[in-house]
């Protein structure tokens, strides 16, 4: 079994949940992960800033991001897309 890391803020270990869903394309993957990330964002073990999209599961060095994720001055994480335009902004703010 591969060495794991620690989470900083004591004895918890870092997993990944690897979720499979059907989409039309990848516009539409993005799309509905965005929408199941905020809707737990209430969950303080989820880091929604680092969840990415393949197109299949064993395509996983394939993988987008889904949220542009920069770390702000206030502590939140930016969540607009990946290459946004403009300045990065906490919309619901992501948590880490």
């Not at 591969?2 to 394309?25: C, I, K, M, N, Q």
């Not at 509905?32 to 969840?51: C, H, I, K, N, Q």
């Amino acid at each position: 079994m591969s060495e794991v890391r620690r989470v900083a803020s004591g004895s918890s270990v870092r997993y990944v949940a690897h979720l499979p869903f059907t989409a039309s394309d990848m516009s539409s993957a993005l799309i509905f992960t965005r929408t199941l990330v905020r809707s737990l964002a209430f969950l303080d073990e989820l880091d929604g800033g680092e969840a990415t999209v393949s197109a299949y599961a064993d395509e996983q060095g394939d993988q987008q991001r889904v949220f542009c994720d920069l770390l702000l001055d206030n502590g939140r994480r930016c969540e607009r897309r990946p290459g946004h335009e403009g300045s990065c902004q906490p919309r619901g703010g992501l948590r880490r």
